[in-house]
């Protein structure tokens, strides 16, 4: 993947009105350098997923060492990022619908995309879109390793659809993916699911090659799964997203990640043993949690749509202060905000669009 120019910062420090997204881009920096040096030797490479951040430049500062390009779940995040400049994409999802297929086909005259695939009929449209268009389109086998969402059921159901890939023109065969899921570290039976996803991708790449078909990529794997998906011998390309950023549930696994994001908000009450922070459920995402308080100690935190109520012991912080707060979610949280404020140490550097966000078409 080429390199993207960067923004200019902008001129003198910036204070931010609040509630507010906020990265630490040091924090964030050295998430990044830790993947890659987690991949280094390896032979893997990696292809962050953007869902996790929709921020072209964010997405800018995860290039470099082991990346080959970029991974979306919808076609409106690789328009936004292709857009920005990036020019390899991954849509690892099924795209069905007639116009979301013309849209991919016109992004494949701007940059190399690759999308995933389960079913003969999207992929004969694929086809005949992208022969129109005069593009080739990639495309990887899903197969469904663990989740029962989307793909494949088998080896045999793979076999017939690279069949089809290959014969039909304007596409390209580029090999599998297989989606794991976020599995935590208190998950049933957690090595016995990653090593029985593993082996459904293993045995359908096998499937495939001894069918004389190719498997240049085997795409798999996020943030909680990175060391079983580094330790295993079949998967070439891994998925991660949120290692970026970071979730606190995510802190207790054995990860060099620290937690990027934070929520900052101003205390607008304050009463005895209690103070109200004004950061609620309309910019933070809940899916796995309250958002941790930074810093500071709380007995108990309630969240509205506008407001963080959050019991705590003397001394109080002032009225008007601001103070942080880490998002359970990140992927929700971000698609909650127009912009993201950038800090480096306690300073605001920055501040930059979120421009896919709503881009889930
Ligand atoms: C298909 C797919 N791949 C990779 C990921 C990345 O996972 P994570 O953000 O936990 O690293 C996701 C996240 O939801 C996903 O849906």
Redesign the pocket.
């Known amino acids: 993947m080429r390199p993207v120019a960067m923004s200019t910062p902008l001129p003198s420090a910036l204070t931010v009105s609040t509630p507010a997204l906020v990265v630490d881009l040091d924090i964030f920096e050295a998430n990044v350098a830790a993947l890659d040096a987690l991949l280094r030797g390896t032979g893997k490479t990696v292809r962050p997923?953007v869902?996790?951040h929709r921020t072209p430049e964010l997405a800018r500062r995860q290039l470099g060492g082991s990346v080959t390009g970029l991974?979306s779940?919808t076609v409106g995040e690789a328009e936004a990022m292709v857009d920005a400049g990036f020019d390899d994409l991954l849509v690892?999802?099924e795209v069905v619908d007639p116009a979301k297929i013309a849209r991919l086909v016109a992004l494949a005259d701007r940059a190399s995309i690759t999308v995933a695939a389960d079913d003969p009929e999207p992929v004969a449209a694929l086809s005949r879109a992208a022969t129109a268009a005069g593009v080739t389109v990639g495309v990887l086998i899903d197969v469904d390793i663990l989740l029962h969402r989307c793909g494949v059921g088998s080896a045999r159901d793979a076999i017939a659809l690279a069949g089809q890939i290959e014969r039909l023109p304007g596409l390209r065969l580029r090999g599998i993916m297989g989606?794991e899921g976020?599995l935590r570290l208190t998950d049933d039976d957690r090595s016995g699911k990653i090593a029985g996803a593993y082996a459904a991708l293993a045995e359908t790449a096998a499937a495939l090659r001894d069918a004389g078909f190719p498997v240049d990529v085997v795409s798999a794997?996020?943030?909680?799964t990175l060391r079983e998906a580094l330790a295993d011998p079949t998967i070439t390309e891994i998925?991660?997203?949120?290692?970026a950023l970071m979730e606190p549930e995510l802190l207790i696994m054995d990860l060099p990640f620290r937690c990027a994001a934070v929520l900052r908000g101003t205390v607008i009450s304050r009463h005895p043993g209690r103070i109200v922070l004004d950061v609620g459920r309309r910019v933070v995402g809940m899916e796995y949690g309250p958002p941790v308080p930074v810093g500071f100690a709380v007995q108990a935190i309630s969240i509205g749509d506008e407001h963080a109520t959050m019991m705590m012991e003397d001394p109080l912080p002032p009225l008007g202060s601001q103070l942080d707060l880490t998002p359970g979610q990140v992927r929700t949280t971000f698609n909650l905000h127009d912009h993201v404020w950038v800090s480096r140490g306690d300073s605001i550097v920055d501040r930059w669009p979120i421009t896919a966000r709503g881009s889930s078409q």
Not at 239 to 243: E, L, T
């Open positions: 997923h869902k996790t991974t779940s690892a999802n989606y976020r794997a996020g943030t909680s998925q991660a997203g949120v290692y």
